[in-house]
């Protein structure tokens, strides 16, 4: 190893020790599907799926649309929101589990449609966490010196994936995609991200086949599936504990929240983390799967958006979000809500 003292000193960036969000952006299918148009392949009813999972509508995109143009919707939005140039910024990262193709990225595409080539551009997989591994990215990058405003989306079109027959999953899902964009800052405005993974329940979750199947002709179009059952409960007990943790990493209390925003995987899952992480009645909690379904990696930002909109008094104030789902992988951390 050459010495210290004949090697060249290298200049090793460094960023601002704190970012924040500056804004969302949102994009949602053009379709509202209520789930009477869904319970004939599934034998089932509107009372049921109401009853089990809190849905009455969800959105679902027309079939020429696709994860990359709801993508670029909504960073376009948050862009606009934040109130920056989009040549300012120079990272784009998109967490999806439905890129039409596996390469190349949607977030070069989205990066070139908002005007910030030659933005570093990559996909990340964490399922329903995909939006909090964004951000803890888009924060560590920044800090680092790495990129100066990032743009985080989280971006589904889960209907391509969807099996109308299948009764463990098809009546939940739904096409969208949320975004943030992500900056320096003078305050502390995104705390610790607690995350990790359990694959020795990837079974729980996933696709039923792999490509390499369905192009051999021994399998179907691959499609999601989920053992309920398993991720309810693993959801319920487990992430709580993750939740908890976020929330003693940053310092703060459930009293000190003004939002909860867990992933929208099912409203019987949203009121048991309520209750379990015994929120006060002043934090108001995302909804949103109620008229969006469960749109994965998009949910979270989705439901963020849909608060402040409707809420406007939250800006200022923190939230905690949480990501949970295939791999299985989780996300959480607190943000001031822009």
């Known amino acids: 190893m050459t010495d210290a003292p004949t090697r060249p000193a290298l200049v090793q960036p460094t960023g601002p020790a704190h970012t924040r969000i500056y804004a969302y952006g949102a994009a949602r299918g053009e379709n509202a599907v209520p789930n009477d148009d869904l319970v004939g392949p599934i034998d089932s009813s509107d009372e049921w799926i109401r009853q089990r999972t809190g849905i009455i509508t969800r959105v679902r995109a027309n079939a020429g649309t696709t994860a990359i143009d709801l993508a670029a919707d909504a960073a376009a939005e948050a862009i606009a929101t934040a109130g920056i140039d989009p040549s300012l910024v120079d990272a784009v990262i998109v967490a999806t589990i439905s890129n039409p193709k596996q390469t190349p990225s949607v977030s070069a595409i989205v990066a070139d449609r908002i005007g910030a080539n030659p933005a570093a551009a990559y996909d990340l997989n964490a399922a329903c966490a995909g939006f909090a591994y964004g951000v803890a990215q888009a924060d560590a990058l920044i800090r680092a010196g790495a990129a100066h405003y990032a743009v985080v989306v989280g971006a589904e079109k889960l209907s391509d994936v969807v099996d109308p027959t299948d009764r463990s999953i098809s009546f939940l899902l739904g096409d969208g995609a949320g975004a943030a964009v992500v900056g320096p ?82 409203m019987r899952i949203i009121d048991e983390f309520a209750k379990q992480l015994k929120l006060p009645d002043t934090v108001v909690i995302g909804r949103d799967i109620e008229t969006t379904g469960n749109t994965s990696a998009a949910s979270i930002p989705l439901a963020t958006h849909r608060l402040l909109a409707e809420h406007p008094e939250l800006s200022g104030g923190l939230a905690l979000q949480i990501g949970f789902g295939a791999g299985l992988v989780f996300g959480a951390q607190v943000v001031v809500l822009p």
């Open 185 to 266: 800052s003078e305050f502390a405005g995104i705390g610790p991200t607690v995350w990790g993974s359990d694959g020795s329940k990837s079974d729980a979750v996933g696709m039923n086949h792999t490509l390499t199947e369905f192009r051999d002709g021994t399998a179907p179009w691959p499609t999601l599936r989920q053992e309920g059952p398993t991720v309810f409960r693993w959801a319920v007990w487990e992430m709580v504990k993750v939740a908890r943790q976020a929330l003693e990493e940053a310092g703060v209390q459930p009293s000190d929240l003004a939002a909860f925003v867990p992933h929208q995987a099912n």
